[in-house]
T-cell receptor, first 114, second 110 residues
Framework: GAGVSQSPRYKVAKRGQDVALRCDPI?????LFWYQQALGQGPEFLTY????????KSGLPSDRFFAERPEGSVSTLKIQRTQQEDSAVYLC????????????FGQGTRLTVV | TQLLEQSPQFLSIQEGENLTVYCNSS?????LQWYRQEPGEGPVLLVT?????EVKKLKRLTFQFGDARKDSSLHITAAQTGDTGLYLC??????????FGQGTRLTINP
């Protein structure tokens, strides 16, 4: 596709359930980022990949959060044992090279934990 | 802790008026970006400023980076209803991480 694609667009999970969020970056983009955006707030950095290497995971809020990009393309953000405070929009972005080139964002996945 | 503070958080004005949104920090950034986000969509990049004191214009939007690269402003001239949205500033810390402000929700009334 032409842009960053995220799926599902919406996810409702029961507390304690595991979820997996998918990101298809723009083809050929080296860098991939995950952000968490709470209602009424700006996005908060979660993690960064350069190709398949996870170079920065300092923003992951707990060890329940795990991200991977095994072949340097599609990425998955997994949240184990979801809690209500995990409810947010999860945004994926990719850029051609380093961050200071334009980052293209997907539409996000809205996760609601009930 | 918000590294980038945006003000105002909410702004509602009439079509045709001018407005300025501010993005302030005590930290120095290698570059600063402004994004606009519509409901249900991801942020879309408007501009990147890199040099202290830099001014960039995008039609009716004027972006300025502070001399010390700690702050920025977005000025909109003759606002239109299509300018309504969430405006986000984001500072680059090194090459890999964007730090976002909390956003300014702008509403332009007809």
């Amino acid at each position: 596709g032409a842009g960053v694609s995220q799926s599902p667009r919406y996810k409702v999970a029961k507390r304690g359930q595991d979820v997996a969020l998918r990101c298809d970056p723009i083809s050929g983009h080296v860098s991939l980022f995950w952000y968490q955006q709470a209602l009424g707030q700006g996005p908060e950095f979660l993690t960064y990949f350069q190709n398949e290497a996870q170079l920065d995971k300092s923003g992951l809020p707990s060890d329940r959060f795990f991200a991977e990009r095994p072949e340097g393309s599609v990425s998955t953000l997994k949240i184990q044992r979801t809690q209500q405070e995990d409810s947010a929009v999860y945004l994926c972005a990719s850029s051609l090279e380093k961050l200071n080139t334009e980052a293209f964002f997907g539409q996000g996945t809205r996760l609601t934990v009930v | 802790t918000q590294l980038l503070e945006q003000s105002p958080q909410f702004l509602s004005i009439q079509e045709g008026e001018n407005l300025t949104v501010y993005c302030n920090s005590s930290s120095v950034f290698s570059s600063l970006q402004w994004y606009r986000q519509e409901p249900g969509e991801g942020p879309v990049l408007l501009v990147t400023v890199v040099t202290g004191g830099e001014v960039k214009k995008l039609k009716r939007l004027t972006f300025q980076f502070g001399d010390a690269r700690k702050d920025s402003s977005l000025h909109i001239t003759a606002a239109q209803t299509g300018d309504t949205g969430l405006y986000l500033c984001a500072g680059a810390r090194g090459a890999q991480k964007l730090v976002f402000g909390q956003g300014t929700r702008l509403t332009i009334n007809p």
